[in-house]
């Protein structure tokens, strides 16, 4: 019998992968679409994700960054928070799909050109997509099917727009080793350099109108990019998603699939890494349930600091202070952004 099927071969069911063919586990990915998806993406791994990639044995190419710069999206007034310990590092979505995708192969892992929507349990086992495991786990990203199957999807507090991601490649060199934000009235932009000649560009917003109106609200930057070659635009949204929990009897969620609050401090990707690693130590154990509160405590910081600032980003009086904030209090500064590094 299979020990983990994985719904999803996306990097949080990948990585899941490659950490459970290292405890010694048989392992099937079930994904249709071939290796690698390309997804609207702010293509930066924290240096915690950095250093966890490199204990999986992945190897990743891309352009190394050594913080944060806040910045004004008009005056271009701003602050800079400099990591203390390691380096991140900006990579195309898809370099880093195909390196996890090599890595798992490596160590065994199959993969099946399959979806998987629907499953039933039992206190042994889960049959899905026609093949039963010990275990399934749920990496069906964002909008999981699996997590609306089983009852789990939680609709979002009212009050608060829904927010959405754009995405868009320049060729245009790095003007620092810095991730840039760059904050607006509404959105903001996330300036990351993932080559030495191109720039990923990606607009958190939660207005529905095309990139180059969003990026009219950021004239510093449009001024920066004008004239670049670029490549189309790559959307995703709603962002904020809520899962009730993140174990149902012997199906476990990773990944965004396990609820997401939104990309502003950019640690998706660190917390499904750290989440796949917890959710194999678990399932290894035998204490499959031990995952949902190992889960909350790798996410507490992610999902406080994250809400913390997304709800001043929606208060009038303080969204326009965030950026002053951050160059009056280079320090607190400095302790958020490394905190989440």
Same mark, same amino acid.
């Given at each position: ?139 069906? %990203? &964002?909008?999981?099917? /699996?997590?609306?199957?089983?009852? *789990?999807?939680?609709?979002? =507090?009212? @009050? #608060? +727009?829904?927010? $959405? ?102 640690? %998706? &990707?660190?917390?499904? /890494?750290?989440?796949?690693?917890? *959710?194999?130590?678990?399932? =290894?154990? @035998? #204490? +499959?349930?031990? $995952? ?50």
């Amino acid at each position: 019998m299979i020990d983990l099927l994985i719904a999803g071969g996306g990097p949080a069911g990948l990585a899941t992968a490659i950490h459970g063919a290292l405890a010694g586990l048989e392992v099937v990915v079930a994904e249709p679409r071939p290796t690698p998806v390309d997804k609207a993406c702010g293509e930066g791994l924290m240096p915690a994700a950095v250093r966890r990639l490199r204990e999986l044995g992945v190897s990743v190419g891309g352009q190394p960054f050594h913080g944060i710069r806040y910045l004004d999206a008009v005056t271009g007034a701003g602050a800079d928070a400099f990591f203390r310990a390691g380096h991140g590092l900006g990579t195309r979505r898809t370099t880093l799909h195909a390196a996890l995708a090599a890595r798992a192969a490596e160590l065994g892992v199959q993969f099946l050109p399959r979806r998987i929507e629907e499953l039933r349990q039992t206190t042994t086992r889960v049959v899905a997509g026609g093949m039963t495991a010990r275990y399934l786990v749920a990496a069906d %990203g &964002l909008h999981s099917p /699996l997590r609306r199957f089983l009852g *789990l999807h939680s609709t979002p =507090r009212k @009050g #608060r +727009p829904a927010r $959405y991601g754009l995405r868009r490649h320049y060729a245009v060199a790095p003007a620092a080793e810095l991730v840039e934000v760059h904050w607006s009235a509404g959105s903001e932009a996330y300036v990351t350099p993932i080559a030495p000649d191109r720039l990923g560009v990606a607009v958190l917003t939660a207005e529905q109108v095309p990139f180059d109106a969003q990026l009219a609200r950021f004239p510093l930057l449009r001024e920066r990019l004008s004239g670049a070659a670029c490549t189309p635009v790559r959307g995703a949204g709603p962002l904020r998603q809520h899962a009730r929990v993140r174990v149902a009897g012997r199906v476990l969620f990773v990944g965004d699939a396990a609820g997401y609050v939104d990309a502003l401090t950019g640690e %998706g &990707l660190t917390l499904a /890494l750290s989440g796949a690693g917890e *959710l194999v130590r678990c399932v =290894r154990a @035998g #204490r +499959p349930d031990e $995952y949902e509160r190992a889960w909350r405590r790798i996410s507490r910081s992610y999902r406080l600091l994250t809400g913390s600032l997304l709800w001043a980003r929606h208060q009038p009086v303080l969204a326009p202070r965030i950026v002053p904030l951050a160059a009056r209090l280079p320090r607190v500064f400095t302790r958020g952004v490394n905190l989440l590094a």
